[in-house]
């Protein structure tokens, strides 16, 4: 079996809207799907160093820190998306004023297998707004939802 530690971030603007990436997963066979900010913690690296270093590198925004995770899980990976049987994510939550995401941090890989990027509302998150497309994991909309109650604006 294969294993996989990830950090994910919640970028949430002013109005609660969370950035998502529309993006490709293991390969092309299989439709892309609407994830957050975030991805593998390298070797050395604490889950708050991933999800530092994947924010300035899939967004371009600099921080000093974040937050303990929100949400620290064992979770099993759907296999549509990912090559790895099993994975351990920690989810952070990051009040951001709302920007474009700056590319130059991006790999040829990213650069190819992501579509686009946009702000969601939980609601949004549920509905055709996402065009159609999957959202990872299914239950974002009630994590985000869960911790923009508990987090002061």
């Known amino acids: 079996m294969t294993f996989r530690a990830t950090s994910r971030v919640l970028l949430a603007d002013p109005e609660g809207r969370v950035l ?3 993006q490709y997963g293991k390969d092309r066979e299989v439709a892309p799907r609407w994830i957050t900010p975030g991805g593998g913690v390298d070797p050395g690296e ?3 160093d991933a999800a530092l270093r994947e924010l300035r590198e899939e967004t371009g925004l600099i921080l000093d820190a974040v937050a303990a995770p929100f949400l620290d899980v064992d979770f099993a990976p759907d296999q549509r998306w990912h090559p790895y049987d099993r994975g351990h994510w920690a989810w952070y939550l990051v009040r951001v004023a ?3 995401p700056d590319r ?3 790999t040829d890989e990213e650069l190819a297998d992501v579509l686009e990027w946009r702000w ?3 609601d ?4 055709e707004h996402r065009d159609g497309y999957e959202i990872e994991p299914p239950e974002l909309p009630d994590l985000l939802e869960a911790q923009l109650t508990k987090e002061p604006r």
């Not at 949004?124 to 509905?127: A, F, N, V």
């Open 20 to 22: 998502m990436f529309l």
């Open 46 to 48: 604490t889950h708050d």
């Open 98 to 100: 709302r920007f474009e």
């Open 104 to 106: 130059a941090g991006w």
């Open 120 to 122: 969601f509302s939980a």
């Open 124 to 127: 949004e998150l549920r509905t």
